[in-house]
């Protein structure tokens, strides 16, 4: 191939796109497999992690919102104790729920329901919970949406003043998500798993205890990118893929800059892992006609987000690690206190709280100033009455383009169109959050990346990775 750039001829070679918890995951899966496959991973950022690394601010180690890695699945207990050591942390979750003009903790305590109006909420919820069991008799053959699925699961109360608002604030019109997007997500809090949980406390059943890097979640990508490293893999930062050749339905070559330099990848039995957003990678095939794909991919929805990080004087802000504010009168969805999760995260004396609020890739509030944005979050802070937001000694945000995929039918459909035209591409492999569209978390992200990597290296078989990408579908969300 005469191009006239550098190139560096790797038989044999993957060439993953992405230093994500994806990217990171699949990288390894083929290290550890040792199968010998040289590995390049083509990062765009200065640092591994993705949306769950962390970004540094005033001397504080801050995270893209609130992190938690979930023990539940062996493979990532035993790569967190190896690659953290004396730094995995083991937490456990406290979360509070802002609602009705009162904050409760969840998992439920009986504390906080010990008053006229609390219990007068646990009397409508179970009302509601009972009445749709009945209602679901009836109406069990009829045909379910998002809304319907919620309701025969939860009551109509529970969708109506929690599900519903949250929905539109997260992710979309609620009518428009897809039914099966329930299961996966709203699975661990549905009134027979918390009830069974406070009955029988199991790991299992209980996501409550979570593993955090002392140093914040940044630590974990940062450790295992020097270990691929210590393996002989690369990892290119402040690379950006710029084309990838296709030739006879395999791709043969992998362009990219680096330091105002283009090089090329290619070489013999290569293949291709992306994690990156599925409409960059459109952007840059050639040798195949992408656009037909690449009109659904611009259909498919995202949801960009801003966080605010708000710097306190003294050391704790918040009553709880984690606040979720399900109703639209507040305009962020969350508020976290990085302290909580790891003292050592933030400047001592100081504490660190961060609100997201989400809103659609390319709307208006993407426009808003940075001063608007603060000054709106601290408005709703005043609001709260166990926050004392005169304490709030700096403020700064960060943007982020790509934080979820929407899961709605139509994004759904899309991906799903553009996974089966890309299978014509024999050796591209998708995976990820926005290259596979998938909504999970990123214990599973590296999980399905090290049996990528497995697959690649020729450890497990096709249909055993076939498996493990249906299966994962079906997993809950814990997070
Ligand atoms: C608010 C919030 C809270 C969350 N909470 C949790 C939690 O508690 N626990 C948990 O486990 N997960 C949580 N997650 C999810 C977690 O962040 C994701 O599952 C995970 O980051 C997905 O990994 P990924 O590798 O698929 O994608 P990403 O993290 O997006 O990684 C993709 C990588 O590709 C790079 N890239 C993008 N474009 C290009 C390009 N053109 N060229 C080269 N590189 C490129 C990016 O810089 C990035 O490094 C949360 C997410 C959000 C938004």
Sequence with gaps: METGRPSSRSSNAVVVLGAGPAGLGTALGVSLSGAGRPVWV???????GGLAGSFSWKGHRVDFGPHRLSPNLKNIRVLAKELLGPDCLVNKSQHGVQFHGRLYQFPPRVVDWVSPASLWEIVAFAGSFLASKLAWIVRRFEREDFESTVVSSFGRRFYDTIVAPMAEKVWIEPRRIDPA????????VHPMVVLKKALFPHQDLNPSIFYYPRKGFQQLWDNMADYLERR??????????????????RVVAVDYEVGGRSERLSGEGLDLVSTIPIVKLLEILRGFDAGPLLEKARGAKFRSMFLVALEFEGPRALPYRTLIFPEKEFWFNRLFEQNAYSRETVEPGK??????????????????????????????LRRLPYVDE???TAARVERVEFAYVVPDLESRR??????HGLKKIHNLH??????????????????????????????ISQLEYLFVQHEKRDRNIVG
Excluded at 232 to 249: C, F, H, N, W
């Design 181 to 188: 997007f329930v299961e996966q997500r709203f699975a661990l």
């Design 390 to 392: 005169a304490r709030v």
């Design 42 to 48: 083509i990062e765009k950022k200065t640092v591994p």
């Design 414 to 419: 899309a991906f799903h169109e553009i996974h």
């Design 351 to 380: 504490s660190l709280v961060v609100a997201d609020v989400t809103y659609p890739r390319g709307g208006e509030e993407g426009k808003l100033s940075d001063e608007e944005i603060v000054r709106r979050v601290r408005e709703d």
């Design 232 to 249: 002989g893999q690369k990892v290119i930062y402040e690379a950006l893929p710029t084309g990838i050749e296709v030739s006879r339905d």
């Design 430 to 459: 998708l995976t990820g959050r926005f290259s596979a569209g998938e909504y999970d978390n990123s214990d599973y992200a590296v999980d399905h990346g090290l049996a990528l990597g497995a697959a690649l290296a020729g450890r």
